[in-house]
């Protein structure tokens, strides 16, 4: 699959090179915070096995993220099968702490919204967090989602606490849009 660019990202798959920077976001407290334990090194690099193997397999999942002007890995965002008290494709992200405050999460998060209408037509793509994690739900709503207080969910694979509870943002793709053919080039921005 061709990456996807936007002005200033590029969303591809991922590089030897990405797993000791992947792996330290991964260990990382302030960007583990709402995402459970520290991942060790070998976690971390499992996980990029799998995020590879669903982009080759489905043409969809989870890019890694470089910046444009410097090639620096700087995480992921991307869309994948979520099974919770409901299932659907969920748009996710996740960036190095250097990355933060820069737009960089809106602006890859609206570049595999825009591929997931666009290029593999869904119908509908959601995404879930904790509902103390404000900054991810600010981005959601940067991108036009939505969310309904009725589908929000205790997580029963969190501990009982603050970081329990979740909530479901969505976004519908507009009736008119046509999916677009394979072969025409993928590019945002």
């Known amino acids: 699959m061709a990456a996807l660019r936007t002005d200033r990202l590029i969303l591809r798959d991922w590089r030897e090179s990405d797993l000791q920077p992947w792996a330290a976001m991964n260990a990382d407290p302030q960007v583990r915070q709402y995402l459970g334990p520290l991942l060790t090194f070998e976690q971390a690099s499992a996980w990029v096995l799998n995020f590879q ?26 869309l994948g099968t979520v099974e919770m008290p409901f299932t659907g494709i969920e748009l996710a992200w996740r960036l190095a702490r250097p990355a933060w405050g820069h737009g960089y999460a809106t602006e890859a998060a609206r570049a595999a919204l825009q591929y997931g209408f666009d290029m593999v037509g869904l119908p509908e793509i959601l995404a879930v967090t904790m509902a103390e994690n404000l900054r991810s739900q600010a981005v959601m709503r940067r991108i036009a989602m939505t969310t309904d207080p009725a589908e929000d969910f205790d997580d029963p694979d969190v501990e009982p606490g603050p970081l329990r509870r979740h909530v479901v943002y969505r976004k519908r793709r507009d009736p008119g849009a046509r999916k677009k053919p394979v072969d025409e080039p993928v590019g945002i921005g």
Do not use: K, P
């Open 53 to 78: 193997d669903d982009l080759d397999r489905n043409g969809f999942g989870f890019w890694a993220v470089e910046v444009r002007a410097s090639g620096e890995f700087i995480g992921f965002t991307g």
